[in-house]
């Protein structure tokens, strides 16, 4: 008996929304929560919005993992990191170079329209959702109750980056 495809598509907080300044440690704790996740479920393909905080600590424990990646950018490649810290562009090219495939969601939409139709495309694409998400209003919020009406199961990590 073949074992069915696991694709896992991440959506979560930035730094702020998770309730802390960025540094250093933060996206290293990010970072060992989604490797430890992984390295558990071994998927077959990760996906992720490549946004900053969760987004981008779950893409970097992919590739760590070697695990395909696949990136859902909305609007564009610079689009999305149009407004972002030259060191924070900087990572998010080199994670889009390690990409199995880059899809490019939204165009020709609002920027937050974009990010919610790329949130959707993700969890379209996948059997399970990992996400770092407070109960909060957010996009995360909007992408975790589509992925429910899609009954694509959901396993929120939030509160293992505190530990």
């Not at 960025?22 to 996206?27: E, G, L, Q, Y």
């Not at 600590?57 to 030259?86: C, H, S, Y």
């Amino acid at each position: 008996m073949a074992i069915p495809p696991l694709n896992i598509a991440a959506t979560g907080h930035r730094w702020e929304r998770l309730g802390v300044k960025r540094a250093f440690w933060v996206d290293d704790r990010l970072e060992c929560v989604a490797h430890s996740f992984l390295q558990q479920l071994r998927p077959d393909v990760a996906i992720s919005g490549l946004a900053l905080g969760w987004d981008q600590a779950f893409a970097r424990a992919a590739l760590m993992l070697e695990i395909p990646l696949v990136a859902a950018v909305p609007l564009g490649i610079d689009a999305q990191t149009v407004n972002w810290k030259f060191s924070d562009r900087y990572e998010h090219g080199r994670i889009l170079q390690r990409c199995t495939h880059v899809e490019i969601v939204g165009e020709g939409y609002a920027f937050a329209r974009a990010c919610d139709l790329r949130n959707r495309w993700m969890v379209d694409r996948a059997h399970l959702v990992a996400a770092m998400w407070s109960g909060q209003p957010s996009g995360t919020a909007n992408a975790v109750r589509y992925a429910e009406q899609r009954d694509v199961p959901v396993v929120n990590l939030w509160g293992l980056q505190h530990r």
